[in-house]
């Protein structure tokens, strides 16, 4: 790694085993031939063996190194995750390299790399936060400092949504470079089914099945109308007690578990169902508040109007513009609201058409020239863009 030249963009990411935004932008800086490293560490619950450094020039992955295994928690993996992406940015960026921190350690090892005269510009991007990560009291402070840290030192933060700009702007980010990089999509995929096709009466959840994503709401609220069908999709650790709950409150025939499903038949199920569901849990901790979460803007993409908790941000647009309704975490408000947009087909359409339009423009590729736009009018970095 010595001889090599120095790389334009530096990333350094953790990774679980769902494919996230840091995937999309190395996809992108692929795409467009940039030369560009990243790391890899796995956080300690994924099942990715070990972390890893790769560099890519023109689209082609130049090199590869394996880091270390996935096998410490907790502070241990911290320092040696943090050690890895030290060492690798020294080795591989220069004093023009951007570092791209996507979390608030990588982002700290990035400011410390630029201040020893490794890149020019830092940005942390930020795809999640919540006042309380951990519920070691401790390691929480570690987590809040770190966050503060980075958000007043680098030179720009990505921030996913509104909510995290003006917590980013309280720790010290300025202004000019706190900006807006919200989830895309790969608006390449989706699909829209004709009015005719879609199943009037059928409701659809997509979730990983913990406790904390709310579907049980979604079957409680079966218990207020009676017509209604719902199809989850997804698996997870709490689908035992779903299966129990829906048994237990006479619904169990009118729900349907999936299980996983590739993007093509996610998006068909989607497609075809006339109101999609968001129930996410009102808990102060709960990551869905400060983030942007992707699974609403697939049902909007997809032209199915959704009835989503007042929790994460998008739900104040899905009820301002409107494409569907906004509720309390109440199973008789979800049922109320799902059985006007069963009903009413004036409103299902109007809602239909905002949410077409709404997700017209959030393709991957347009947000992130945006970002990097944004470097350039700050004449932080640019020579490639």
């Known amino acids: 790694m010595s001889n090599l030249k120095p ?27 940039t030369r560009f490293a990243m790391v890899t560490c796995p956080f300690d619950y994924a099942k990715i063996p070990r972390a890893e450094v790769e560099w890519y020039d023109h689209g082609i992955l130049e090199g590869k190194i394996n880091g270390h295994l996935n096998n410490t928690r907790g502070v241990v993996s911290w320092v040696r995750d943090a050690w890895l992406v030290a ?16 979390n608030n350690l990588h982002a700290t090892v990035g400011i410390f790399l630029k201040w020893l005269g490794k890149g020019r510009t830092v940005v942390y991007y930020v795809i999640d936060y919540t ?7 401790f ?11 980075a958000a007043k030192h680098a030179d720009m933060v990505w921030n996913l949504s509104e909510r995290m700009r003006v917590v980013h702007r309280r720790f010290g980010a300025r202004e000019a470079t706190s900006i807006m990089v919200p989830i895309g999509l790969d608006t390449r995929e989706f699909k829209v089914a004709d009015e005719a096709d879609v199943q009037r009466n059928r409701w659809v959840v997509v979730s990983t099945l913990f406790e904390s994503k709310g579907v049980q709401l979604a079957i409680a609220g079966l218990t207020y109308a009676p017509e209604a069908v719902l199809s989850i999709v997804g698996t997870g650790p709490y689908k035992d007690e779903l299966v129990a709950l829906a048994e237990k409150l006479g619904v169990l025939s009118r729900v349907t578990f999936l299980g996983m499903a590739d993007r093509k038949e996610l998006y068909g199920c989607l497609a075809h169902s006339r109101v999609a569901l968001a129930p996410y849990l009102p808990d102060p901790a709960n990551y869905s508040y400060y ?5 609403p803007k697939e049902y909007l993409a997809c032209g199915v109007p959704t009835v989503i908790t007042r929790v994460p941000w998008i739900a104040e647009a899905i009820e301002a513009e409107p494409m569907g309704l906004a509720i309390e975490y109440d199973a008789k408000q979800l049922a109320d609201a799902c059985r006007r947009l069963m009903e009413d087909d ?3 359409r109007h809602c239909r058409d905002n949410a077409l339009h709404f ?3 959030l393709g991957w590729n347009i947000i992130f020239d945006r970002a990097l736009a944004e470097l350039a009018q700050l004449k932080i970095h640019v020579d490639k863009f």
């Open 139 to 149: 390691i929480n402070l570690v987590y809040q400092r770190l966050a503060r840290f």
């Open 87 to 102: 060492r690798s940015g020294w080795k591989l960026m220069g004093r023009d390299s951007v570092f791209i921190g996507i």
């Open 131 to 137: 006042p309380r990560r951990f519920e070691n009291p």
């Open 346 to 348: 004036v409103f299902w």
């Open 7 to 33: 790389v334009e963009f530096f990333v350094a990411t953790h990774m679980a085993d769902a494919y996230g935004p840091q995937w999309v932008l190395r996809d992108y800086l692929r795409e467009r031939g």
């Open 359 to 361: 997700t017209r423009d």
């Open 291 to 295: 983030a942007d979460p992707a699974k």
